[in-house]
């Protein structure tokens, strides 16, 4: 299949679980958003680097299944994946949480808009990332 | 239309704000539950109740769309909405976002499931919240 | 006693719960925030206000006492206390958390200074605040 | 000086900023217990067993002083200290966040106590980590 993939991990830390004695599920929300900033790191040019340059990319849409709970101490290894290559100011990641027996645990679908700080307008994917994602697709 | 509807309001604190000087994206996840927990609150037997009772509700799908951004100190109205009557384990919330001026900001969608604890069998809403919430349906 | 005192009170929430079953320590900080926020409210002003105008209230210091737990669904009250009128930068707000019975279940000092934003040099307390806060000491 | 030292990273998640474009000064309790749960896996048994083993470590005091902000994706190092060997049910972690840059941006004490669960009486520090522990005092 023609995609971007990359993999970090994040340990689980006592403020994430609830007294379900597992990862609040809210709490995925930053894991997804790690797993984004690495994936973004790789394409040779910081989400903060794209900050610093007045574009920021506010997320619109979340979908999130919760198939298996996550414990404390764990690391879980978040998946990010691109299936396709953004042609306008909208970009689709896709995420997979993974415990360490490989067992999926949460699925997400993220999407965010480039849009120029401070005066939001929409934007597009900056020539960096473009160029550096093209041949992935 | 046939259904319920439940409106509580939260005040957005500065720990929920983020470096885009707006909300969080991730903390309407507990903003929802905020919503869901009043909600319950009105069926006539709260959700701690329930948990003392051995029944648990996870959350295994989320589904939210970022309308506006809500800023620090606003006082967000929640709305929180049952759109049938569960006929099974399965539950559904729908809940929307308001800030003081009326504008919507967020709608999601919350699917949990009603769990017997520990052993994690499927169970089904308590008898209370069915006869409190059947008129409504 | 000569002091200004506010009170105020916020509800637990399951995702500030850990897996001990108790509110997670950490999420002390943003309850004595909210309280907080509260006092410089009622001082008829704001904290927003503030910021708006230049001024930011950075924490330098806190120091906090755990002596009971809180538990998800409890209603807190959060009293907030200045017990001297700052003379300069610097200023030391007191917090005590309580719950629905009245135990007290923490106790903390947090101190603030006054900042000029985006220029970061000290400030002295709003002459609003000042003029409505000296008939208490 | 007769002390033992651990050291651990965290890369700022964009959650655990604020609307200040600096880490929430709450944020820096979990950094801190990312310290301590990494100190605590050294001494060959970490907090997961202890809790599985029916002990808990409550926190029951805390100070922190914050010198300098830090931002988001930079990777912040933890140093977390043990400057003596628990004699009783009471332990004192001291914890020193560090920027890339190698400057000091913040100072914690945590005091702990050894607590059996659920009954809550008091505890000793397992002897599997006094082993451990011993000859560095």
Known sequence: MNM?????TVRVRYAETDKMSVVYHGNYVPYFEAGRTEAI???GYTYKDLEDDGIIMPVVEMNIKFLRPAHYDEVLTIKSFLKEL???????????????????LTVGKVVLFFMTSPDM????????WRDRLKGYF
Chains 1, 2, 3, 4 share one sequence.
């Not at 971007?4 to 970090?8: D, K, N, P, V």
């Not at 307008?121 to 960096?128: D, F, I, R, T, V």
């Open 4 to 8: 971007y993939e990359s993999t970090t």
């Open 41 to 43: 790191r790789e394409f």
């Open 86 to 104: 953004p042609t306008d100011h909208r970009i689709e990641f896709h995420h997979e949480v993974y415990n360490e027996r490989g067992k999926l």
């Open 121 to 128: 307008k929409k934007a597009a994917m900056p020539a960096q």
